[in-house]
């Protein structure tokens, strides 16, 4: 067995998530490889990230998409198989996965399989998975059933916070596999925001003023799915932003814009889509938001490092840290509610302290691993 890493994604978050421990294999000279399994590719969802980010485009890139929200089956079935091909040539010692898409799923499964060959192989492969313990307890979200298989699996637990370390226990995971780091998301914040104020012109692009405008982003399937509830979230936004009288930047997720377009709506005049954007582009519009209306998990995290109010638009989140920070309130799903939720997050003050670590969670990432 060689000693070397895989760092495998598939994702946008994924991607953003791994980009600061990619670069310190890079600068510690780690052997390493990258699998980008194509669950998102496109320019805008994450080839600009590499350059961004300044990562080497990954060694292996499978363009692997899913048919249908409902052939989650077919989707990781299919990954199965690539991933096995190039884990047996490859044979690293570990994988390193991050969060709870069927990228991570796959990748681990397929690691955990090959492991219980050994005698037929010679080699054991370890499975690390990097934002560990999240829980939103609605097995209804396809991310649940992933998280949750992922850690029963996974060898190495690097977990954000204390709570999800308390999660994993509960759950009967040894504790010398939980390892407390923090999120890498902070890292990766840390690392870009200054090069984003530097080279990011998006405000200008779109006329906006800093803190005069409200930042959205939704795609996850509950939300965009369903016609009913995508109308109602739409109504709730638009009420929200006739009320403070503050626009809504919306960058369109793709899936999101097939759906509009499929059940026949219409976005309201107060919300202004636009092309989805490269990370410093978001990174800097997150930051000089007023609000951010959001779906998805990362944002929810990027909002309480940047001392932005966010307004988490599901029934759930397994983020509770940012609710309990007093950085986010989880809003659910009916107009007036989002309404109540957004005028209640705009009187907060921004002073909240950030409950997901000190931007060295790379480092203790990969020292667990080497060690």
């Not at 998102?40 to 060694?59: C, Q, R, T, V």
């Not at 907060?348 to 950030?354: G, P």
């Amino acid at each position: 067995m060689k000693k070397k890493i895989a760092i495998i994604f598939g994702t946008r978050p994924e991607i953003i998530k791994l980009s600061p421990v990619i670069k310190l294999c890079q600068k510690m000279r780690v052997p390493f490889f990258c699998v980008h399994t194509g669950q998102h590719f496109s320019y805008e969802m994450d080839e600009i990230f590499f350059k961004e980010l300044g990562l080497a485009s990954p060694k292996y890139k499978l363009n692997i998409k899913s048919k249908a929200p409902f052939r989650q089956g077919d989707h990781t079935g299919r990954m199965l198989i690539e991933l096995e091909e190039i884990l047996l040539k490859e044979m690293p010692c570990a994988i390193i996965v991050q969060g709870d898409t069927n990228t991570v799923l796959a990748a681990a499964l397929t690691a955990e399989k090959i492991s219980t060959t050994e005698s037929y192989t010679g080699f054991q492969i370890k499975v690390a998975h990097v934002e560990a313990g999240l829980r939103s307890f609605d097995r209804s979200m396809p991310e649940e059933t992933n998280r949750f298989i992922v850690d029963h699996l996974s060898d190495y637990l690097f977990v954000p916070t204390q709570k999800a370390k308390i999660q994993l226990l509960k759950e009967g995971m040894p504790s010398n596999r939980i390892r407390v780091t923090g999120n890498t998301i902070v890292d990766a914040v840390k690392n870009s925001l200054k090069s984003a104020q530097a080279k990011s012109s998006i405000l200008e692009k779109l006329k906006i003023n800093q803190k005069k405008y409200v930042l959205l982003t939704l795609h996850r399937q509950e939300n965009v799915d369903s016609k009913k509830i995508f109308a109602g979230l739409l109504k709730g936004i638009a009420l929200t932003a006739q009320k403070t009288r503050l626009p809504v930047i919306f960058p369109i997720h793709p899936r999101t814009l097939k759906r509009l377009n499929n059940f026949g709506l219409k976005l309201p005049r107060e919300i202004i889509s636009i092309r989805p954007v490269g990370f410093l582009d978001f990174l800097w519009l997150e930051a000089n938001a007023k609000l951010i209306m959001t779906d998805s998990g990362g944002a929810q995290e990027e909002a309480c490092i940047l001392k932005v109010p966010c307004l988490t638009l599901r029934n759930n989140t397994e983020r509770p840290e940012t609710v309990a920070a007093g950085a986010n309130i989880v809003a659910g799903r009916q107009p007036q509610g989002i309404l109540k939720a957004a005028l209640k997050m705009l009187k907060t003050k921004n002073n909240w302290k950030n409950p997901l670590g000190d931007g060295k969670a790379s480092k203790r990432i990969l020292k667990t691993i080497l060690r």
